[in-house]
C-alpha cells in the first residue's frame, strides 16, 4: 500500500466521519494522531542518530537536545581511540555523583554518564576535552501539521487504520458525541497494542542481563 496524501487521507476519513464542513478539525486531528503513535512508541521508521559536537569550551558539561528528539534510545561519546554508550543517570542521581559541576575547578575526565533534564543533555564528568562528539540516537517527533497538501502522511503506507481511528475518536470528542469517541478510543488502542507488539518483536535482539557499573 501506497503512502497516502494528506487530501487522500481526508477523504478516507470522511468515508467514515461523513461530514465534509469539518477539513480544519480533521486535519487537525491527523497530526494530534500521529503525534500520539509517536508518543505511545519508538517506530523503527523514524529512528535517527543525530551528532553534536556542542562542547566548544572548556568546563562545559551539556548542550541542546536535538528540536526533533522524541524518544531517546541511546547517548554515545565518540573519540578516535575509545567510543562507547553513556549510561543514563536521572536527575537526581546526576546530582548524587557531580554535585558541582560548574565548580571552576571541578574534575574532568571522559564523560561516562548522561542525564537529559530540562531539553539539554548533562554530561558526567565534566568533559576534559572538547574534541569528543556525542551521537544521540533517537525516534524524531515531527511537529509539522498535515495539510491537504501534504504530500505523505505517516503511518497510512501499514496502518491507516489505526490512524483513521486515533483521528475519529478525536473528531467525535470534539463533537462531544462520547459514545462514538469511546468505540473508536477502543478500536484504537486495541489495534495500537497489536502494533507495538509487532514492532517490539522485529526489532528485539536476543535477551541480555545489562550491567551497568555506576
Known sequence: MSTMSGSDFRDYIVR???????????????????MDMRLKFQ????????YSAAIDAAGEY????????GHIISVRVLDDDDSYPLVKLSKSQFDEFYPNPNYSSVDTDKPRH???????FLLGPVP?????????SHA????TAVTSGTSAVDFTDRYREAVKEGVLER???????WEEASLWNSLYEARMAAIIKKEKENSQGPTQVAYNDL
Not at 548522561?114 to 539539554?120: E, L, N
Not at 576534559?128 to 544521540?136: A, C, G, K
Not at 524524531?140 to 511537529?143: A, G, L, S
Request: glycine residues 4%; proline residues 2%; hydrophobic residues 30%.
Open 62 to 69: 551539556k548542550f541542546d537536545a536535538p528540536t526533533n528528539l
Open 171 to 177: 473528531l467525535y470528542a470534539s463533537l462531544g458525541d
Open 140 to 143: 524524531k517527533e515531527d511537529e
Open 16 to 34: 467514515t466521519f461523513k461530514r465534509t464542513d469539518k477539513d480544519t478539525e480533521i486535519y487537525e486531528a491527523i497530526t494530534d494522531a500521529l
Open 43 to 50: 517506530f523503527d521508521d523514524f529512528k535517527v542518530e543525530t
Open 114 to 120: 548522561y542525564c537529559y533534564f530540562g531539553g539539554q
Open 128 to 136: 576534559d576535552l572538547t574534541s569528543y562528539q556525542y551521537e544521540i
